[in-house]
């Protein structure tokens, strides 16, 4: 079935660094990717969604400068938190939409994101 | 707005014993999708089931089952012969053609 490899599993980071976050799909085309940040015992919540070749779609109260997303290409979709900061720690999860229509999702394994 | 309730923060359940799951949605599109994710301790997201709005046959995966009521806007999981690999937060979701509308989840815990 369709697979996304997400890395790093789990990132430690300075304040004030930078974190990249890389989701890659292995054997079909992600045209489209979703990025999650969840915190402990909730729910899942959207940040962004990303288009191959086209600027990413921000959730309400989510920072496009902070969380930048590119889609450069069909297989890989990356989330870089710059000037991390302690607050921006969370589990972050990409997801891609499989198939044509929207019946189909296949989620990244999540990194677990430590800002100290 | 398209929202997702899932009113069982925890359930509890003796294994090999039956538990329900429950979610209601609300919307008022006619074609989408209705999701079951299991997300245990590692936090990878399972699909357990899913079922297409148009088709009025529940779907069913092994133990697992759905009720899925239409017109009453209702979703839920049946997990037969429960295990204790079972135990995981539960996600339900609603798919359209712009994203995944989540539930808050529900903590099922198995029993030995």
């Known amino acids: 079935g369709a697979v996304v490899s997400q890395h790093p599993s789990w990132v430690i980071c300075k304040s004030g660094t930078s974190v990249k976050i890389e989701c890659r799909s292995l054997?079909?085309?992600?045209?489209?990717m979703f990025w999650y940040r969840q915190f402990p015992k909730q729910s899942l919540m959207l940040m962004a969604t990303?288009?191959?070749?086209?600027?990413?779609?921000?959730e309400q109260g989510v920072e496009k400068d902070k969380f930048l997303i590119n889609h450069a290409s069909l297989t890989l979709s990356t989330l870089t938190v710059t000037s991390a900061h302690p607050e921006d720690s969370s589990f972050y999860i990409c997801?891609?939409?499989?198939?044509?229509?929207?019946?189909?999702?296949?989620f990244g394994s999540g990194t677990r994101l430590t800002v100290v | 707005a398209q929202t997702v309730t899932q009113s069982q923060p925890e359930m509890s359940v003796q294994e090999a014993e039956t538990v329900t799951l429950s979610c209601t949605y609300d919307?008022?599109?006619?074609?989408?999708?209705l999701f079951w994710y299991k997300q245990p301790p590692s936090r990878q997201m399972i699909l357990v089931i899913r079922q297409e709005a148009y088709k009025q046959q529940n779907a069913t995966e092994n133990r697992f089952s759905v009720n899925f009521q239409k017109a009453a806007k209702s979703f839920s999981l049946k997990i037969s012969d429960s295990q204790l690999g079972d135990a995981a937060m539960y996600f339900c979701a609603y798919g359209s053609n712009y994203q995944l509308i989540w539930g808050a989840g529900t903590k099922l815990i198995i029993k030995p």
């Open positions: 054997d079909f085309q992600a045209t489209t």
């Open positions: 919307t008022s599109e006619s074609d989408y999708y």
């Open positions: 990303s288009n191959e070749g086209s600027k990413a779609t921000y």
């Open positions: 997801s891609a939409r499989t198939g044509s229509r929207f019946g189909g999702y296949t």
